[in-house]
C-alpha cells in the first residue's frame, strides 16, 4: 500500500510530466503557425476548439467533473491563440448582463486584454475595423440590448461581423438575471464561422417569409431564426438559391458549435 510520501512523490511526477507536454504542446502550436506564414487565415479555430472539447469531454471517466475539465483546455487553447496574436475582446455589459465579462475572460485566457464598451454597436465596430480582435455580447433573450439585427449589412471596405461561437460552451442551465439575461453570450469576430460536426446555424429573415427553425426573436423586419445544422441557406428557401445573399430574404449571420452538457 503506498504511503502518504509515495503518493506525493507520485504527484510530483505527474506536475513533470504534465508541465513537459505542456511545454512542448505551446511549442508545436508555434510550428503550427509558423509552417502558416503569411497565410494564416482566421486565427479563430471555433469548430477545431469545440471538436477538442468534445473529444475530451467523451473519454472523461475521473473524479474531474466536465466544467473544471473544459476550464482547464480553454485557458490551454487561448495561451497557444494568445501566442499567434493578442487577443482583444470588445464586450457590452448591460445592465443585468454583467457575466458576460466573465465569460469572455473565461472564453480569451488571462493574457487576453477585455475592453468594456458603451455599447453593443460599438463592440461591432471594433470588431469590423480591427481594433478588436473579436466581441462578445450578451445573448439574444435580453431584447433590451437587441444587437443582432446590426449583422444585416451590405458593409464593403470592412470585416463583416458574424457569430462564430456561444458562451459558455459548457452549459450548466439557464442562469436567472433581470432585463431578460439568460446567462449566455456569443462571440462575433470579423470572419465567417467554423463547422464542428455539431452546429446552429442563425439566420435574419425578412418578416413574413415563413420557414422551419427556432424563432428567437425579431426586429428590424427581420425574424431570428435558428436551425439545426452548419447551413449556407436557410432549409425552406433553396428555391432562392440563385440569388445573393441580400437579394434573397435572408441574411445568415453566424453559426456556432453546440454547447455540451456537465451531466
Known sequence: MSTLD???????????????????????????????????????????????????????ESYLNIPTLIRFWREILS?????????????????????????????????????????????????????????????????SARWWPQLVSD???????????????????????INGFAGDAFIVAGQEPEASGEDKTLFAVRAGVEIAGNVIDEGDGYRLIEQDGFLEVPEGLERHLGGREGEVPYYRIGAYAVPVHAG
Open 6 to 60: 509515495d503518493l506525493r512523490r507520485e504527484i510530483d511526477g505527474i506536475d513533470v510530466a504534465l508541465h513537459d507536454l505542456l511545454m512542448r504542446r505551446v511549442e508545436i502550436g508555434k510550428q503550427v503557425a509558423d509552417a502558416k506564414g503569411g497565410d494564416r487565415g482566421p486565427y479563430f479555430r471555433p469548430g477545431r476548439e469545440a471538436q477538442i472539447i468534445r473529444r475530451l469531454v467523451e473519454r472523461n
Open 79 to 143: 495561451a497557444n491563440l494568445n501566442m499567434q496574436t493578442h487577443v482583444h475582446a470588445a464586450v457590452y455589459l448591460p445592465e443585468g448582463a454583467e457575466k458576460v465579462y466573465d465569460l469572455a475572460r473565461d472564453h480569451c485566457g488571462i493574457s487576453a486584454t477585455i475592453e468594456r464598451m458603451d455599447s453593443a454597436e460599438a463592440v461591432l465596430v471594433a470588431v469590423a475595423d480591427g481594433s478588436a480582435t473579436l466581441g462578445v455580447l450578451p445573448g439574444f433573450p435580453m431584447t
Open 155 to 177: 458593409r464593403t471596405g470592412l470585416a463583416t461581423p458574424r457569430i462564430i461561437a456561444r458562451l459558455p460552451f459548457c452549459e450548466t442551465g439557464a442562469a436567472a438575471g
